[in-house]
């Protein structure tokens, strides 16, 4: 099975921040990698799709990069509703695995 | 619209067999490229991938709990049924159904998990 590899496990961020979370792929998974965002209670929303596709709906502050086996999730100018647990989730081949998420806190 | 929900008991015992079922509308298992996945998640641990069905019977399974999963689907009702025996407390998570969908990209076709249930919390102990 594709591990995939979250970085880093948590962090703390300030309003208006620039966030960075990476994942590694522990093969080539080419740019079959999707994000989602997951808060307390609440089940999870596909935020990135094939690496760096917005998915509808979701603010343009969130951006996603990477191929092969690096990808990056940005979140420029975090907002108060952005705290939250983000996974990432290999689709290019069975079993799909996700990563161990990173949570965002407020600083 | 796209909504799922899933239904099934909140606890069971070890060793007895969980029978979960997601209802869904807005969407219809028979239309081609799309399916219904399983995903589960331990209280305050990671999400773990479970199965697949797609709308050409395709059964794709966790190779860790292969052996005790499976899916059907009932296309008429708009539902998908997980079964996994032999519960253990391990087992102990919230369990998604979600939507597979498709899109095509750049010339790339691929799927994704874009619409979610909310989830159905499954105790097991004796």
Redesign the interface.
């Known amino acids: 099975?594709i591990q995939m590899t979250q970085s880093p496990s948590s962090l703390s961020a300030s309003v208006g921040d620039t966030v960075t979370i990476t994942c590694r792929a522990s093969q080539d998974i080419r740019?079959?990698l999707?994000w989602?965002q997951?808060k307390p209670g609440k089940?999870?929303?596909?935020l990135i799709?094939?690496a760096s596709?917005l998915?509808g709906g979701v603010p343009s502050r969130f951006s996603g990069s990477g191929s092969g086996t690096d990808f990056t999730l940005t979140i420029s100018s975090l907002q108060p509703e952005d705290f939250a647990t983000y996974?990432c989730?290999q689709?290019y081949s069975?079993?799909?695995?996700?990563?161990?998420?990173t949570k965002v806190e407020i600083k | 619209q796209i909504t799922l929900k899933e239904s099934g008991p909140t606890l069971v015992k070890p060793t007895q067999t969980l029978t979960l079922t997601c209802t869904f509308s807005g969407f219809s298992l028979s239309t081609s490229g799309v399916g219904v996945g399983w995903i589960r998640q331990p209280p305050g641990k990671a999400l773990e991938w479970l199965a697949l069905v797609y709308w050409n019977d395709d059964e794709r399974y966790s190779p860790s709990l292969n052996s005790r999963l499976t899916v059907t689907k009932d296309t008429s009702k708009n539902q998908v049924v997980l079964t996994m025996t032999n519960m253990d407390p391990v087992d102990t998570a919230t369990y998604y159904c979600t939507h597979r969908g498709n899109y095509y990209a750049s010339s790339i076709f691929g799927y994704y998990f874009d619409y979610w249930g909310q989830g159905t919390l499954v105790t097991v102990s004796s």
């Open positions: 099975a740019n079959d999707a989602y997951q089940a999870p929303r596909l799709y094939a596709s998915q996974y989730l689709d069975y079993p799909l695995t996700f990563g161990g998420g």
